[in-house]
């Protein structure tokens, strides 16, 4: 309980912060901080069993066909994750505090940065894999909403779309890796995945779904070639950057790199994807950042590098390896956090990020030089700083590959090559803004220090930044050696957090990278001009090019099929259909099976001999409207006597509910249209018409005959066999609907509700002129609501409803069931629309159809949320017999709750539909009113 709680109080939070911005600015980060702290409470509960090495898991069934469920996981690395978004996520918020002017929404701020906590925290929680796709998915949709909250902004709306569609197009291929890999391991639950890691390897769709996945991995973790969305998601709020570009969003990408490690690695595929990719990525972040003016730019580069470092170390695929990409994550997260706050610190009172502009900082504020000073040199790499020790165990373990051959020592001068521009990068991050002399037209002049709580989230994790690098042993090793266990699946390797190793050859390698990057840093002026001769790719209007280009296609093609025919549109569907049917009969040696057909009655084939004249009648009358809407009608009523015909009651009686209906909808439609439409169709369109209708027609019947003339094995006898004993009904159909497919019948009822919401907001205030004559000009006859239907159709009002509870009463034993039963209320109630008119019966019948229809979905939904109380799949019925005084016993079950809702939402949709469609008209000026 206190795990979903974790994930839960975010999302329950997320309104707090909005409420109580009307009692202030402290008052409403309070209320955002609140949620996170009691998580983080909770979260510190939970530690001594995590570290003890237990996994603690918690798991409801929701949709368990689908492999989906409501299953969540705590373990080491999840825990490490946990910490850390809860942890900074606080410190952000006391932050944004203070960053944010009184002139911005802080309640909508602190709103969207709690859904995306609580999005992150479902990620790294999840014990399901489609569950954790799902948090995926809404981390990228929350971080547009952070990415773009300056939305009057031109580059903040570019950037979130940018962030969006990168790291949205990475999340498809990732659902499609991760339902191959749930395919191969027979589960999507990640124990059973990770369990499997053996037989994932050796499946030959391994590489289709490591390709996959790390697509998704590289796209939100801004891996080579998908890094240039991140520099553009600096147009964000400073602490939105300091959040997701150092604890959450972009560590998202390597948490699924060490959560899928067991399962995924130790294959030449991985090494060589995920290796190569880290690599590519470390060089090219380390390169860029160091010629970035903007001080945001530099840190977005950086991050890039980092995270490169990070995927390298998972693609060495050493045991110890990933125990230093573990340690990174950690100390980058801690780092770059504080450095990202400093450098929104700096553009707060300086109105400036121009590194030319905005020198000799030390001298107005020194406190946060200081910070800034120590976390910038944590991220090069200087000894006694958390930053060190982690690039000591890369170096080391770059040492120790031996995958590239005699090509082994390009990995680790690579490394230090990167290395040297860490410190490059870190040294003109320090020089350039706290000295380099005075600063140079200053937007705000002078600087001066920020508020003191404003620091003090920079002050906690700077001095982080310190103990760990000082006494790594008595502060990180517990959470690391937990988080690592858990990202390795078994027991750790040996290593040590020692400050000091001895003389080695990682040694050099830092000391390298150190001299070095001084060096770069001291020629960094023919490097700039060098870098100002390069020619220059802007990756924002590169990407836009391509969406522009990708729209233009795109609507080419579209107007090519859509003219707003929807003949042409019909003909692409037959034609298709037909193509399709053709390409499956082809192969068959002959069309007739080895089942004979069954002989035909004289009473079924006059009744198939009405229906296809009254069809042949329809088609030819298609311009007479009303004859054509007759001759339809006809063909309905043979479809719902040929379902009686052949042992169908349910379906008869649904199909002449639904033709009533559906005949009553059409006229009210046709009262506004012409009588009669004119030819509009060419020959050749008539010519084309015919042959696709000759074809269709030979086509399915062709296809009927080879299927019923073949054995096959029907799921009916599935059904027949446990109707009663699974769904407690005699009704079979019945039970299909309320219970083996509910979940369809639910999807069904929504969309149908959904629908008559779309119709009335369409039809609301509008109005339609009534003719005053027909098409032939004899008027309409005056009293509009003839007395005796009136009078009939209030004495039938009772017996249809009757009529109505008993069919919805017996639906479960007996033909019936709430859509039956829905729709001959709805017939009866409309009668009474039509025979006493809108006004009269709205007066006496107040009902509320969007409230009936809504309700009916709610009931429905409850219903199946039901089951969970009792640790039940989602729509579980239950079933019994009762003894009940004055009846007798009787049998019921839950499903009838389900099938009360299913009563309500066609009942409020229809009527929801009908009784609007028949309020449009109105008197023209001067018509009698009748």
């Known amino acids: 309980m206190a795990l979903a709680l974790i994930i839960a109080l975010p999302f329950l939070g997320v309104f707090l912060p909005v409420l109580a911005e009307r009692l202030g600015r402290s008052a409403c980060a309070v209320a955002a901080a609140l949620p996170p702290l009691v998580a983080l409470v909770l979260l510190f509960s939970l530690q001594p069993g995590v570290f003890a090495g237990e996994v603690l898991r918690v798991k409801l069934e929701w949709l368990p066909q689908l492999g989906l469920n409501l299953s969540l996981r705590l373990d080491g690395l999840g825990f490490l994750f946990a910490l850390l978004i809860l942890g900074i996520g606080l410190l952000v918020i006391l932050y944004a505090r203070y960053y944010l002017s009184k002139s911005e929404p802080m309640g909508r701020f602190f709103g969207f940065l709690l859904l995306f906590m609580g999005a992150m925290l479902g990620v790294v929680l999840s014990e399901n894999l489609l569950l954790m796709l799902v948090f995926w998915e809404l981390t990228s949709l929350s971080s547009f909403l952070l ?29 499609a890796g991760i339902l191959l890999i749930g395919h191969i391991a027979g589960s999507f639950e990640l124990s059973q995945v990770l369990a499997a890691g053996y037989a994932i390897r050796a499946h030959e769709l391994y590489p289709v779904a490591l390709i996959l996945v ?37 560590k998202a990408g390597v948490f699924l790199l060490a959560r899928l490690y067991p399962a995924l690695a130790g294959s030449e595929w991985w090494f060589y994807l995920v290796s190569l990719t880290g690599l590519a990525t470390l060089l090219v972040g380390a390169t860029l950042a160091l010629f970035q003016h903007d001080l945001k730019g530099l840190l977005a580069y950086s991050t890039i590098s980092h995270l490169g470092l990070i995927t390298l170390l998972f693609g060495l695929d050493t045991r110890l390896a990933a125990v230093a990409a573990v340690f990174h994550i950690i100390n980058h997260a801690t780092f770059k956090a504080s450095l990202f706050m400093a450098a929104g610190i700096i553009d707060h009172e300086t109105g400036s990020r121009d590194m030319r502009r905005i020198n000799g900082m030390w001298k107005y504020m020194p406190h946060t030089a200081m910070l800034a000073m120590v976390a910038a040199s944590a991220m090069a790499g200087v000894p006694l700083l958390n930053g060190f ?18 090509f082994n020592w390009v990995i680790p001068a690579a490394a230090t090559l990167a290395g040297v521009f860490s410190v490059a990068y870190s040294l ?36 982080l930044c310190l103990l760990v690098g000082v006494v790594p042993a008595y502060t990180v090793a517990p959470l690391l050696a937990s988080a690592a266990s858990a990202t390795l699946g078994g027991d750790l390797p040996e290593y040590s957090l020692s400050i000091w190793h001895g003389f080695n050859l990682p040694l050099i390698m830092s000391v390298v990278a150190l001299v070095g990057g001084v060096l770069v840093y001291a020629l960094r002026k023919p490097l700039f001009r060098w870098y100002a001769g390069m020619p220059r790719v802007d990756a924002k209007l ?31 569907l037959l034609g298709a259909a037909i193509v399709v049917v053709v390409l499956a009969l082809g192969p068959l040696p002959e069309l007739s099976g080895s089942v004979p057909m069954q002989p035909i009655d004289g009473i079924t084939a006059l009744g198939l001999a009405i229906m296809v004249m009254a069809g042949l009648a329809t088609v030819i009358f298609h311009r007479q409207r009303l004859a054509a809407l007759v001759m339809l009608s006809v063909v309905g009523l043979m479809v719902a006597l040929a379902f009686a015909r052949y042992s169908a009651p349910d379906l008869a009686l649904t199909q002449l509910s639904v033709e009533v209906v559906t005949i009553i909808l059409l006229m009210l439609a046709l009262f506004f249209l012409p009588a009669q439409t004119r030819v509009e169709s060419s020959s050749m369109r008539a010519l084309r018409d015919f042959s696709l209708a000759i074809g269709s027609g030979v086509m399915v019947a062709m296809l009927a005959f080879a299927v019923l003339t073949r054995p096959y094995t029907s799921i009916a006898d599935y059904f027949l066999a446990n109707s009663v004993s699974g769904g407690g009904g005699t009704n079979v159909v019945n039970v299909i609907l309320v219970d083996f497919r509910g979940f369809d019948t639910l999807g069904e009822i929504s969309v149908l509700a959904i629908a008559a919401v779309g119709i009335y907001a369409m039809l609301d205030g509008l109005r339609l002129f009534q003719p005053n004559a027909d098409a032939e000009g004899r008027s309409w006859a005056r009293d509009r609501h003839p007395l005796i239907l009136a009078t009939l159709s209030r004495v039938l009002l009772p017996m249809a409803l009757l009529i109505s509870v008993f069919i919805f009463l017996r639906g479960h034993n007996l033909p019936g069931g709430g859509f039956i039963a829905g729709l001959i209320t709805a017939v009866a109630l409309i009668l009474q629309y039509v025979a006493s008119g809108v006004q009269w019966t709205q007066s006496r019948l107040p009902l509320n159809y969007h409230r ?13 949320a039901g089951s969970w109380l009792f640790e039940r799949p989602f729509l579980t019925s239950a079933f019994g017999h009762f003894h009940i005084p004055l009846v007798g016993e009787i049998e019921l079950a839950t499903a009838m709750l389900f099938d009360l809702g299913v009563y309500l939402t066609v009942v409020g949709s229809t009527l929801l539909i009908l009784a609007n469609l028949g309020k449009l008209t109105q008197e023209k000026p001067g018509q009698e009113v009748l």
């Open 542 to 572: 590169v990407f836009e090019r391509m969406v522009m280009s990708l729209f233009v296609s795109a609507t080419a093609f579209t107007r090519g099929l859509e003219n707003g025919s929807l003949q042409r549109y019909i003909a692409y």
């Open 852 to 864: 009936m229809a809504g309700g009916g979905v709610l009931i429905a939904t409850a219903t199946g």
């Open 389 to 406: 020790l982690s690039k000591e165990m890369f170096f080391t373990e770059t040492l120790h590959q031996h995958l590239l051959g005699s």
């Open 428 to 463: 003109r991050f320090i020089h350039d803004v706290f000295f380099n002399g005075e600063p140079i037209d200053l937007p705000k002049y002078p600087p001066h220090e920020p508020p003191r709580y404003m620091k003090v989230p920079v002050e906690v994790l700077v001095f």
């Open 214 to 250: 790390l697509l998704g991995v590289f796209t939100k973790s801004a891996q080579f070639p998908f890094h240039f969305w991140l520099p553009h998601a600096m147009a964000a709020p400073t602490p939105v950057s300091a959040y997701l570009h150092s604890a959450t969003m972009v």
């Open 147 to 175: 990415i773009g909250f300056w939305g009057a902004r031109s580059d903040a709306r570019k950037g979130a779309r940018m962030a969006l569609a990168v790291t949205g197009g990475g999340g498809l291929a990732l659902l």
